[in-house]
């Protein structure tokens, strides 16, 4: 039963992070290839305060996603002049950048290559609980994102998206939506590396490389771009499927690459078969 709520957390702690992507790339059509660096950001703005500096759980989690929303703005304005290949290319010297960070410049603990020992209050203390908060949390955020994508900024944002020119010709700045949609981005991916901190216990910088960044495109890519219905599926579907691999019995050192190869294999076929993924709205074709 623990480790059912352990994956149940790690489940709602993911449909977040893509939630956050698919408003970058399903929504607004920004391909962000190094969202794991705002994931880590925020696990370890929280994990610092809170490890370190002794500060309230709850206070250190709004904090991380305000340092994502930051860190993401910030990285975002030198990239607003280009697009397409090249944007993406930058968005993954984004993630090498805060991977180094994390690795040379970011606070551990003695003996360690990373952060653990948070102080948890006691809703997120014991597993049934934090499980719960946890889910509570993701649902918000997935409300959150239906209201902004069905309001008037949503539809600016798909605009923004398919016809940025006649956007311009009505007097509005596709950059600005952008820069808009790429923060609050970075907020939820933030909250989402706090709760990611309290949900392993320890972080380190092996947890935000360029295979987290690609496993975020997998879960959206699977899913479907420009459906929020598809970044939940997507993720629940790909750790379920994660989770099975346990049970065919091979040795624990030919589980990862069995998964990287399968990853693979599944967006090769989405790519030629499916490229909306399972719910999406949303073709790059197009």
Same mark, same amino acid.
């Given at each position: 039963?623990?480790?059912?709520?352990?994956?149940?957390?790690?489940?709602?702690?993911?449909?977040?992070?893509?939630?956050?992507? +698919?408003?970058?790339?399903?929504?607004?059509?920004?391909?962000?290839?190094?969202?794991?660096?705002?994931?880590?950001?925020?696990?370890?703005?929280?994990?610092?305060? +809170?490890?370190?500096?002794?500060? +309230?759980?709850y206070?250190?989690?709004?904090?991380?996603?305000? &340092?994502? &929303?930051l &860190?993401?703005?910030?990285?975002?304005?030198?990239?607003?002049?280009? @697009?397409?290949?090249?944007?993406? %290319? =930058?968005?993954?010297?984004?993630?090498?950048?805060?991977?180094?960070?994390?690795?040379n410049?970011?606070?551990? *603990?003695?003996?360690?290559?990373?952060?653990?020992?948070l102080?948890?209050?006691?809703?997120?203390?014991?597993? @049934?609980?934090?499980?719960?908060?946890?889910? =509570?949390?993701?649902?918000?955020c997935?409300?959150?994102?239906? !209201?902004?994508?069905?309001? $008037?900024?949503?539809?600016?944002l798909?605009?923004?998206?398919?016809?940025?020119? &006649?956007?311009?010709? %009505?007097?509005?700045?596709?950059?600005?939506?952008?820069?808009? *949609?790429w923060?609050?981005?970075?907020?939820?991916?933030?909250?989402?590396?706090?709760?990611?901190?309290?949900?392993?216990?320890?972080?380190?910088?092996? %947890?935000?490389?360029?295979?987290?960044?690609?496993?975020?495109?997998?879960?959206?890519?699977?899913?479907?771009?420009?459906?929020? =219905?598809?970044?939940?599926?997507?993720?629940?579907?790909?750790?379920?499927? +994660?989770?099975?691999?346990?049970f065919?019995?091979? $040795?624990?050192?030919?589980?990862?690459?069995?998964?990287?190869?399968?990853?693979?294999?599944?967006?090769?076929?989405?790519?030629?078969?499916?490229? !909306?993924?399972?719910?999406?709205?949303?073709?790059? !074709?197009?």
């Open positions: 039963m623990e480790h059912l709520l352990y994956l149940g957390t790690l489940i709602a702690v993911w449909v977040i992070v893509a939630l956050a992507a +698919n408003l970058v790339i399903g929504y607004t059509g920004m391909m962000a290839m190094g969202q794991a660096a705002y994931l880590g950001v925020g696990a370890y703005v929280t994990a610092t305060l +809170n490890i370190l500096l002794g500060v +309230n759980f206070f250190a989690l709004l904090l991380g996603a305000v &340092a994502g &929303a &860190a993401a703005a910030i990285t975002l304005l030198p990239l607003r002049r280009i @697009g397409g290949f090249y944007f993406a %290319l =930058a968005t993954l010297g984004v993630n090498f950048v805060f991977f180094d960070i994390f690795h410049l970011a606070p551990r *603990v003695e003996g360690s290559e990373g952060l653990y020992g102080q948890l209050p006691g809703l997120f203390a014991s597993s @049934g609980p934090r499980f719960a908060a946890t889910l =509570a949390i993701a649902v918000l997935v409300l959150l994102c239906q !209201r902004v994508v069905a309001s $008037p900024l949503g539809r600016a798909r605009a923004t998206r398919d016809r940025p020119d &006649a956007l311009a010709a %009505l007097g509005k700045d596709p950059r600005h939506y952008q820069m808009v *949609v923060t609050f981005a970075g907020a939820l991916t933030g909250l989402a590396g706090g709760l990611y901190a309290a949900t392993l216990f320890y972080i380190d910088p092996t %947890l935000f490389t360029l295979d987290a960044s690609i496993l975020i495109l997998v879960y959206i890519g699977v899913g479907g771009l420009a459906s929020t =219905a598809g970044s939940v599926l997507g993720v629940i579907l790909l750790i379920a499927f +994660n989770e099975s691999l346990r065919i019995g091979l $040795p624990s050192q030919f589980v990862g690459p069995l998964q990287q190869a399968m990853y693979g294999l599944l967006l090769i076929g989405l790519m030629i078969f499916r490229r !909306r993924g399972l719910m999406g709205e949303y073709d790059f !074709r197009e």
